[in-house]
T-cell receptor, first 111, second 117 residues
Framework: QKEVEQDPGPLSVPEGAIVSLNCTYS??????FMWYRQYSRKGPELLMY????GNKEDGRFTAQVDKSSKYISLFIRDSQPSDSATYLCAMSAGANSKLTFGKGITLSVRP | EAGVAQSPRYKIIEKRQSVAFWCNPI?????LYWYQQILGQGPKLLIQFQNNGVVDDSQLPKDRFSAERLKGVDSTLKIQPAKLEDSAVYLCASSLGTGGPSYNEQFFGPGTRLTVL
C-alpha cells in the first residue's frame, strides 16, 4: 500500500462547477497537509497548507483534513478555466520534513 | 522576491553519460530539497539540506547520484552514469527552515526536464 493515494484522473468539469479532490494516507505520523497546483512544465505551487485536522478556507478553495479517517480533500467552488492544472496532495510527519506526494490528478475546466 | 532558480531547463543525454543540474534557492532559505518527478507521478524526495549539511538522503541512489550545497546557498545535483530510468523532471525547492511564520512551506523551482536516450 502506498503511503499516499490520490483519486485517479483525469477530471473534466464545466466552468462554475464545484470540484472535489481527495487523498487518503496510511502513515498516522503525518501532521502537515498541503495541496499543490502544477501547471504544465512548471514547478508545483503551494495552494493550501493545514496542520492537523479541520477545515481551512481561502477564497474559492477549501481544504479539509480528517485525521481519524486519514482522508484529506480540496474543494474548488465556482471553478474557472484557469484552474485547469494538475493538483497534488502532499503531507509530512514533522515541520521541515520531507513531503510525501500523491500521484496528482489532472483537472480540466471547460468554458 | 525572486523565486527558486534552476538551470538548465531541458537536457537530453545518452545513457552512461553524466549530467549536472544547478539550483539557486530563495534568498535566506536555509533548507533546500531536490525532488525527482517521473511522468505521471508526484515528486519524490532525493535529498534535503539544512544549510551545508545533509538531513535526509535515504532515497538518493548514491551509486550514481551525488549532490552538494557549498556555502549553504546554491546546490548542484549530478548523475553519473545516467540510466534510461533517470528520465524525469528534477525539481529544486527551498524553505526558510527555521523561525518565522510558515517556516516549513516549500517553494519549488520550474524544474529541469532530463531525457536519457
Amino acid at each position: 500500500q502506498k503511503e499516499v493515494e490520490q483519486d485517479p484522473g483525469p477530471l473534466s468539469v464545466p466552468e462554475g462547477a464545484i470540484v472535489s479532490l481527495n487523498c487518503t494516507y496510511s502513515n498516522s505520523a503525518f501532521q502537515y497537509f498541503m495541496w499543490y497546483r502544477q501547471y504544465s512544465r512548471k514547478g508545483p505551487e503551494l495552494l493550501m497548507y493545514t496542520y492537523s485536522s479541520g477545515n481551512k478556507e481561502d477564497g474559492r478553495f477549501t481544504a479539509q483534513v480528517d485525521k481519524s479517517s486519514k482522508y484529506i480533500s480540496l474543494f474548488i467552488r465556482d471553478s474557472q478555466p484557469s484552474d485547469s492544472a494538475t493538483y497534488l496532495c502532499a503531507m509530512s510527519a514533522g515541520a521541515n520534513s520531507k513531503l510525501t506526494f500523491g500521484k496528482g490528478i489532472t483537472l480540466s475546466v471547460r468554458p | 522576491e525572486a523565486g527558486v532558480a534552476q538551470s538548465p531547463r531541458y537536457k537530453i543525454i545518452e545513457k552512461r553519460q553524466s549530467v549536472a543540474f544547478w539550483c539557486n534557492p530563495i534568498s535566506g532559505h536555509a533548507t533546500l530539497y531536490w525532488y525527482q518527478q517521473i511522468l505521471g507521478q508526484g515528486p519524490k524526495l532525493l535529498i534535503q539540506f539544512q544549510n551545508n549539511g545533509v538531513v535526509d538522503d535515504s532515497q538518493l541512489p548514491k551509486d550514481r547520484f551525488s549532490a552538494e550545497r557549498l556555502k549553504g546557498v546554491d546546490s548542484t545535483l549530478k548523475i553519473q552514469p545516467a540510466k534510461l530510468e533517470d528520465s524525469a523532471v528534477y525539481l529544486c525547492a527551498s524553505s526558510l527552515g527555521t523561525g518565522g511564520p510558515s517556516y516549513n512551506e516549500q517553494f519549488f523551482g520550474p524544474g529541469t526536464r532530463l531525457t536519457v536516450l
